[in-house]
Nanobody
Framework: QVQLVESGGGLVQPGGSLRLSCAAS????????MRWYRQAPGKERELVAA????????NYADSVKGRFTISRDNAKKSVYLQMNSLKSEDTAVYYC???????????WGQGTQVTVSS
């Protein structure tokens, strides 16, 4: 059974940090690029960060460049999003997504809530 389980969300003050984790199971994790998306209330889901299957290349939305870092550990079948200098506009549900290198189906996690508020 394929699973992507996000964790690490919560309530944090502006300027604070959180580290999200996404644990994968049931598929060949090392053959999938991984992405973090977020969706704020009333807004469309947006791509935040992406990392290739081997972890050699990353990309970020302009709004998070220099503040967020995506990484992965293929041995642990996990992807991470380190979020620093958080702002209120970072408040959203954060989702991880697995994107096949070979055109197979993609997988989504269930999401984790991040709230940045004083």
């Amino acid at each position: 059974q394929v699973q992507l389980v996000e964790s690490g969300g919560g309530l944090v003050q502006p300027g604070g940090s959180l580290r999200l984790s996404c644990a994968a199971s049931g598929f060949a994790f090392s053959r999938y690029g991984m992405r973090w998306y977020r969706q704020a209330p009333g807004k469309e889901r947006e791509l935040v960060a992406a990392i290739t299957s081997a972890g050699g290349s990353t990309n970020y939305a302009d709004s998070v460049k220099g503040r967020f870092t995506i990484s992965r550990d293929n041995a642990k079948k996990s992807v991470y999003l380190q979020m620093n200098s958080l702002k209120s506009e970072d408040t959203a549900v954060y989702y991880c997504k697995a994107v096949s290198d070979y055109g197979l189906r993609d997988y989504w996690g269930q999401g984790t809530q991040v709230t940045v508020s004083s």
